[in-house]
């Protein structure tokens, strides 16, 4: 299984969405709350290449986007090969 990493906020829904449909393809995934830590949320600006929005996800050290993007990659078959590493 693929290293997953995902930066989030506590009340997100989007967050939320993320999370939902990781859990549902088995994935496990370390989350990182941005809320309360500024170095934190620069680690993840840096890392997806200037965005602000959480989520932020990362498939094995490729970011890989938000939740609307991690919807596209499952719609289209090609979230599973990420994840199965």
Sequence with gaps: M????MYTTMLC???HRAKALLKK????FTEIDVSTDPDKRDE???LSGGRRTVPQVFIDG???GGSEE???LDATGKLDRLLAG
């Design 2 to 5: 693929a290293k997953v990493i």
């Design 13 to 15: 829904p989007y967050c």
């Design 25 to 28: 393809k088995g994935a496990t």
């Design 44 to 46: 993840m600006v840096s």
């Design 62 to 64: 490729r970011h890989v």
């Design 70 to 72: 991690l919807a596209v």
